[in-house]
């Protein structure tokens, strides 16, 4: 049960769906935010790509909720799909990823901790493995931005259903629609 009352059935609307029925009008930027960040074309990074990197922070965060959600939506993207989602949250280090994702995962790691924890040696070894400004830009935003929606979902005490069939629907949804149609 959500800290406030939303006004609605929290098992059809978990999550941050369930704050955005209660709040509509904040929802629409956050929802704007989250689709241009992770849904909207990227010249570089793939919407798996940029869905592991949500994944990733939420996980660190302990944000049960979002963790779950985006690592649906990432596996829905991945070609290696859940296995690897679950590997890079185990096991960054160990995960079979490209080495400038790790990179950039381990920039999104350090904003997680706090934004003064993306050090110029971070940065470096990104550029090193070939990460543009663009992508150590987006990884630094979509990182910090996860770190509100965390706190945002988890602050407000909502409910993270435990069955993960309900994250692969709205995977489904989420890759044919992003997150603007909700």
Known sequence: MAHIDLGLDEQAHPGINGLARYRPETAKPLFDLADTLLHAPHPTLTAGERELIAAYVSELNACTFCCASHSAFAAAQLPA?????????????????DPKLRALLRIAGAVQRGGREVTAELVEAARAEGATDLE???TVLIAAAFCMY?????????????????YTRAAEHIVAHGYGAR
């Open 150 to 166: 965390n706190r945002y979902v988890d602050g407000l005490g909502t409910l993270a259903p435990a069955d993960p069939a309900g």
């Open 136 to 138: 150590i830009h987006d």
């Open 81 to 97: 799909g859940m296995p690897l989602v679950e590997q890079v949250r185990r096991d960054l280090d160990g995960a079979p990823v």
